[in-house]
């Protein structure tokens, strides 16, 4: 009698075969009544109240001064002379930026100066006393005729003198014109700020009603955003909202800043940022950020602003879910390039 043997390998295989199946019926039965190993601090994140305060408004924006652009012109004509200041340069409040050249306008005062003094003089000369020119006589017999003579000489002299004092005054303010004019020819800073245009040269020909301005000049002792919220989240943009501003190309730079002014108003979207996937048929509401710090950002530079709705929401948090939003925003970006 011959008794059958099963070789090594199908022992073996038989042996995989029966723990597979072990396997599979241990995560058939445990394996999906196992508890819950999420974190709790991950499940009170999406549990608390203040879960609604993650959430991210997007703004787009462009920097600005503290002030618009301030645009400097001469307030009369004439050819320049020197121009003082260049681009980039911080000025003071009445610092001389450009001159004119001041002949003709130095020549006008000394002429108003001689008319005053003309006019003046001529007024003290009728207020003086006038008997040489009464033709008074001291004979009894012509008493009456020099009577008539005396009051007709007084009434022709008070109107003279009159007359001459207006003409004093005339005078006197046409010379104060002539040096306010002298004054204009050279071009004052109306504000402490910043040069950041100039437009003209020594040799020029200016006009006060030229359309290009002379100097534009702009506070930068703060720096804002002026932001435009789409429609979708106007509503829920408040004063004192923490924002954070990304310039474009330098994601790893983030300027934190506060929401200061919302317009109470929608207007047609005109800011064009040229994004992937941009919305221009919407309707944006304004806002302005006040940044802290930011003094080394570029005027008219666009900016991407984040805005964390709720005040009490926490800055890691915020700072967290901006920085995942704006690598996606950015990854988006490369993925369309």
């Not at 402490?192 to 437009?199: L, M, P, Q, R, S």
């Given at each position: 009698m011959t008794s059958s043997r099963q070789p090594?390998?199908?022992?073996?295989?038989?042996?995989?075969?029966?723990?597979?199946?072990?396997?599979?019926?241990?995560?058939t039965r445990w394996g999906f009544t196992l508890p819950d190993t999420a974190p709790a601090e991950h499940a009170a994140i999406h549990t608390s109240p203040g879960a609604a305060e993650q959430k991210l408004i997007f703004a787009a924006g462009i920097v600005e001064g503290m002030t618009e652009?301030?645009?400097?012109?001469f307030e009369v004509s004439g050819c320049i002379q020197e121009v003082l200041v260049q681009e980039g340069q911080q000025v003071r409040k009445n610092d001389v930026l450009a001159k004119l050249d001041p002949e003709l306008y130095e020549l006008a005062v000394r002429k108003a100066e001689s008319d005053f003094h003309a006019a003046e003089l001529q007024s003290q000369a009728l207020a003086m006393p006038c008997t040489g020119r009464l033709g008074l006589s001291n004979s009894a017999s012509n008493f009456k005729n020099a009577t008539r003579t005396v009051s007709g000489s007084l009434e022709v002299n008070s109107n003279e003198q009159v007359f001459a004092i207006g003409q004093a005054t005339s005078a006197e303010l046409a010379l104060q014109r002539e040096k306010i004019?002298?004054?204009?020819?050279?071009l004052r800073s109306p504000i402490?700020?910043?040069?950041?245009?100039?437009?003209m040269y020594p040799g020029e020909l200016t006009d006060p009603h030229e359309r290009t301005a002379a100097f534009r000049v702009v506070d930068r002792t703060e720096i804002r955003v002026r932001a435009w919220v789409e429609e979708i989240d106007a509503m829920d943009v408040t004063v004192g909202m923490p924002a954070v501003a990304i310039a474009s190309g330098s994601v790893e730079r983030r300027y934190r800043g506060t929401v200061i002014a919302c317009a109470s108003y929608m207007q047609?979207?005109?800011?064009?940022?040229?994004?992937p996937g941009e919305r221009v048929d919407v309707r944006v509401r304004e806002i302005i950020v006040k940044l802290d710090g930011g003094q080394d950002l570029l005027l008219g530079l666009p900016v991407e602003v984040f805005l964390a709705q709720g005040r009490s929401s926490r800055a890691s948090r915020s700072s967290k879910a901006i920085s995942q939003h704006s690598a996606s925003e950015s990854g988006h970006a490369q993925e369309s390039r």
């Open positions: 090594p390998v199908s022992r073996l295989l038989l042996g995989c075969t029966l723990l597979s199946v072990a396997a599979t019926l241990y995560v652009p301030l645009e400097v012109r004019q002298l004054e204009k020819t050279q402490d700020g910043t040069i950041i245009e100039c437009a047609p979207k005109s800011e064009r940022h040229l994004h």
